[in-house]
């Protein structure tokens, strides 16, 4: 295995954003002339080759710096086709290596007033500040553990400074609070729930996102509303919550990273949470890539989902915003995230699930499952790394409404896995004309299987534009006696 990993595509690197003292300009330029060579270095100004098996991750498309998103696989990024997904080498690399867990470390955002400078400078500081006596007797004494303490003495409050200050460990959440939401309180309390999703309309008439709501509403315990999926605008999660809320329906708010800086994203959950929005779902977004022209930034996110729980974990538990002010009365919310079981390799999966429900992840609503024994290997690996009783699981399922989006899926969907029986299925049910009968089947057939599952706490129903077959759905899997009629 190479040291040394050359950028596999060559990509400029960040330009400061102000003009630096000549001595850092000089060392800025020699640590570009070494790193980008060796490690295709974009200068990112707060190095993690040692935390990602010193392959640098910024050159994912979506400058995530926290582990792959959702589709990842391990022939090609899905962003850009023409390179791998670089975070699937990372893992894979780590795996090899047994560096696996130091990928658990939730890393900060860019300081974007440090891209573009060095961070040699930093680790010369830091060094200084530990005192070359200490360093040398450190790396020099054999007792277990000593190097690693010392090394990690220089380089942790560099790549974790102050107003991060991210680590491995897992943050459980003040269980003395009452619930934040229904939905929390029913899962506490050990009921398997339903949360469906409804899709945003896409101009101002809300009629028809009414009626799914007023139609839904009995049969769920929450309705998800998606933030933009595709990349493409619809009218916002923040105002279809607000319309559920006012319903009396209880909302989960989806939030994409993709939209959002830093400031925008603590803003508008802290707004939601005024407006009476108590479920935040916390996902990276489809990338621009997804979204029709003219496209918008595809290069780097400002954060990512791990990010935005670690944030919004500690604005709620810690009462603090990411510069560290203080907020008197801080928001109260249950925080979910995403899961892709399908998504590349389920250990590399389920090591990215870990790290979510250590940043703050309560709750996770899975990615499209249509192969309940497959799953198992997937819950597996999330027992195996202690979370079934940190995190509340609900699958995600998509009622197959005919054989065109079933192929689709199967072909094109990042992330999702059709069995070849079930695209069989669908294709005869297609000759036959009851391809929505033979949908609704499989997704029955698929909850007899799930809900009984080990660690599965719940549903998440995405019908994708059928909103309608979701009170038959939960009435005929026999679901409608766990969810008290609103
Ligand atoms: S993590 Fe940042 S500093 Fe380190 S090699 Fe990558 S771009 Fe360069």
């Known amino acids: 295995m190479p040291i040394f990993t050359p950028g596999r595509r060559w990509q400029p690197p960040f330009i400061p954003f102000k003009k630096d003292s000549f001595n850092r300009r000089a060392l800025a330029k020699i640590e570009a002339t070494v790193k980008g060579p060796l490690f295709g270095c974009r200068m990112c100004g707060n190095c993690l080759l040692q935390e990602t098996a010193f392959i640098c991750p910024m050159e994912c498309p979506k400058g995530l710096r926290n582990g792959p998103c959702g589709g990842s696989t391990p ?29 658990l470390e939730v890393l ?7 891209a573009g400078t060095e961070t040699w400078g930093d680790i010369v500081d830091q060094a200084k500040k530990v005192g070359v006596k200490t360093i040398i007797s450190g790396l020099t004494n054999r007792e277990e553990g000593s190097v690693s303490k010392t090394l990690d003495s220089i380089f942790r409050p560099v790549r974790q400074p102050n107003w991060w200050q991210g680590d491995s460990e897992y943050h459980a ?32 008439k809300t009629d028809k996102l009414k009626q799914n709501i007023e139609m839904i509403k009995p049969y769920v315990t929450a309705i998800n509303f998606t933030d ?65 022209c003219p496209r918008g930034q595809m290069g780097i996110l400002d954060m990512d989902s791990v990010q935005m ?119 005869i049910a297609k000759e036959k004309g009851n391809e929505q009968e033979e949908g609704v089947q499989i997704t029955l057939e698929l909850i007899e299987k799930i809900k009984t599952k080990q660690g599965v706490h719940g549903l998440h129903i995405m ?19 766990t969810i008290p009629q609103a």
Request: net charge neutral; proline share 7%; hydrophobic share 40%.
């Open 463 to 481: 019908a994708v534009g059928w909103e309608e077959i979701v009170p038959r759905i939960v009435t005929e899997a026999g679901l409608i006696n």
């Open 228 to 292: 933009n999926p595709s990349a493409t605008p619809r009218m916002s999660s923040l105002a279809c919550s607000k319309l559920a809320v006012d319903m009396g329906a209880e909302p989960v708010m989806q939030v994409a990273a993709r939209d959002r800086t830093r400031v925008g994203m603590q803003s508008e959950v802290i707004g939601a949470s005024a407006l009476g929005m108590r479920n935040i779902l916390c996902i990276t977004g489809d990338s621009m890539a997804l979204g029709p």
């Open 108 to 114: 900060p955002p860019l300081d974007w007033e440090k």
């Open 173 to 204: 959440p003040n269980t003395s609070r009452e619930p934040a939401s229904e939905l929390e309180r029913r899962l506490k309390a050990g009921e398997f729930v339903v949360a469906a999703e409804v899709a945003p309309p896409i101009s101002i």
């Open 309 to 427: 729980l670690w944030i919004l974990r500690r604005l709620r538990d810690e009462a603090k915003y990411l510069d560290g002010r203080e907020i008197k009365s801080p928001p109260q919310y249950f925080l979910g995230a995403a899961a892709s079981p399908f998504s590349s390799n389920m250990k590399f999966q389920a090591l990215r699930e870990e790290k979510k429900v250590n940043a703050g992840a309560q709750f996770f609503q899975t990615n499209v499952v249509l192969d309940a024994d497959a799953l198992d290997e997937w819950l597996n690996e999330i027992a195996k790394r202690n979370l079934l009783d940190k995190v509340y699981i609900m699958i995600g399922l998509t009622p197959l409404k005919n054989y065109k989006t079933t192929a689709y899926m199967h072909s094109k969907v990042p992330g999702v896995f059709v069995p070849e029986k079930i695209l069989k299925r669908m294709e």
């Open 75 to 103: 022939e090609k990024c899905y962003v850009d086709e023409t390179r791998p997904c670089i975070w699937y080498k990372i893992f894979e690399r780590s795996f090899k290596m047994g560096r696996e867990e130091m990928l």
